[in-house]
């Protein structure tokens, strides 16, 4: 049983769309991080929140934590090819220092 | 920094073997994650040691998977006999506590192939 739902699991767009992927749970974390992961390599942390209601920016990535931080959302505005990749949002619950890591969503962006 | 360092990258080994994989985690980082990641189970943890010390071991699957951290710099993890279901892609992963939020940072990886 996946203890974080991830939607969609897969999404293939064009270059320029916008897009919206959806991290839930029922359980609350003390943070959330979201990672992106490349065909051969390992994910790599692309951000961190933490306080309820707190949004983040990276460039064209806006991620946001729910209030009760039980979920969070990753927009990306304008998509481009560079943006293909698995997208995994990982909690880090209250058992320390143990992530759980969601199903993940797969991207594809078409030039 | 060197990041995490995991070898080999690739093994394939004969059904019944033994498997060793190893992991160099970041300097200075106080826990270290194995993961284990297929294409119908995704990202499983299977072990994570906190200071060289196995906090939770709850994730590997059977008695034929163990881990050991002797230092702080090292790490494997060792399947025997191994069995074509354990194909797979391994991840080692480490981080440091930084107090409310901790950040795992991932090597790239061994690909395992068990025929």
């Known amino acids: 049983t996946q203890l974080l739902e991830q939607s969609p699991q897969f999404l293939s767009i064009q270059e320029g769309e916008n897009l919206t992927v959806y991290c839930n749970s029922s359980?609350?974390?003390?943070?959330l991080q979201w990672y992106r992961q490349e065909p051969g390599e390992g994910p790599v942390l692309l951000v961190t929140v933490v306080t309820g209601g707190e949004v983040k920016k990276l460039k064209r990535l806006t991620f946001q934590f729910g209030d009760a931080r039980k979920d969070s959302s990753l927009h990306i505005t304008a998509a481009q090819p560079g943006d293909t990749g698995l997208y995994l949002c990982?909690?880090?619950?209250?058992?320390?220092?143990?992530?759980?890591f969601g199903s993940g969503t797969k991207l594809n962006v078409k030039p | 920094d060197a990041g995490v360092i995991q070898s080999p990258r690739h093994e394939v080994t004969e059904m019944g073997q033994e498997v060793t994989l190893r992991c160099k985690p970041i300097?200075?980082?106080?826990?270290l994650f194995w993961y284990r990641q297929t294409m119908m189970r995704g990202l499983e943890l299977l072990i994570y040691?906190?200071?060289?010390?196995?906090?939770?071991d709850s994730g590997m699957p059977e008695d034929r998977f163990s881990a050991k951290m002797p230092n702080a710099s090292f790490s494997t993890l060792k399947i025997q006999p191994s069995e074509p279901r354990d194909s797979a892609v391994y991840f080692c992963a480490s981080s440091h506590d930084r107090g409310r939020a901790t950040e795992a940072f991932f090597g790239q990886g061994t690909r395992l192939t068990v025929v």
């Open positions: 990982a909690g880090d619950g209250n058992n320390f220092n143990k992530f759980y």
């Open positions: 040691f906190n200071n060289n010390v196995p906090i939770d």
């Open positions: 359980s609350v974390f003390s943070s």
């Open positions: 300097s200075g980082h106080n826990s």
